[in-house]
């Protein structure tokens, strides 16, 4: 059975940091492209990161370079987020996602999503 799962959301606190965690199951994740997605109360899902299947390449949104990091570890058939001097604006439900091998295809799998509060 092909499951994803996001862990590590939380309430964090302006400024802090969150890292977000993607586990993979039923499928060989080396070979698919891990997305990472958001979605804020009455705003539609945007893409924020990705990181290919071989590690060459990776996206971020312009509002999260320099503050979000996308990292892998295909042997351990996980991802990560690793999210810093987070902001009232980066509240949202994150997804973590699959793609065949690059960023620019498909995501054919998806997780249920974590919830990120940031708030004082």
């Known amino acids: 059975q092909v499951q994803i799962v996001e862990s590590g959301g939380g309430l964090v606190q302006p400024g802090g940091s969150l890292r977000l965690s993607c586990a993979a199951s039923?499928?060989?994740?080396?070979?698919?492209?891990i997305g990472w997605f958001r979605q804020a109360p009455g705003k539609e899902r945007e893409r924020i990161a990705c990181?290919?299947?071989?590690?060459?390449?990776?996206y971020y949104k312009e509002s999260v370079k320099g503050r979000f990091t996308v990292s892998r570890d295909n042997a351990k058939n996980m991802g990560w987020l690793q999210m810093t001097s987070l902001s009232t604006e980066d509240t949202a439900v994150y997804y973590c996602?699959?793609?065949?091998?690059?960023?620019?295809?498909?995501?054919?799998?998806w997780g249920q999503g974590t919830q990120v509060t940031v708030s004082s």
């Open positions: 039923g499928f060989t994740l080396s070979y698919y492209a």
């Open positions: 990181i290919s299947s071989s590690k060459g390449s990776t």
């Open positions: 996602a699959a793609a065949r091998a690059i960023c620019d295809y498909e995501f054919e799998y």
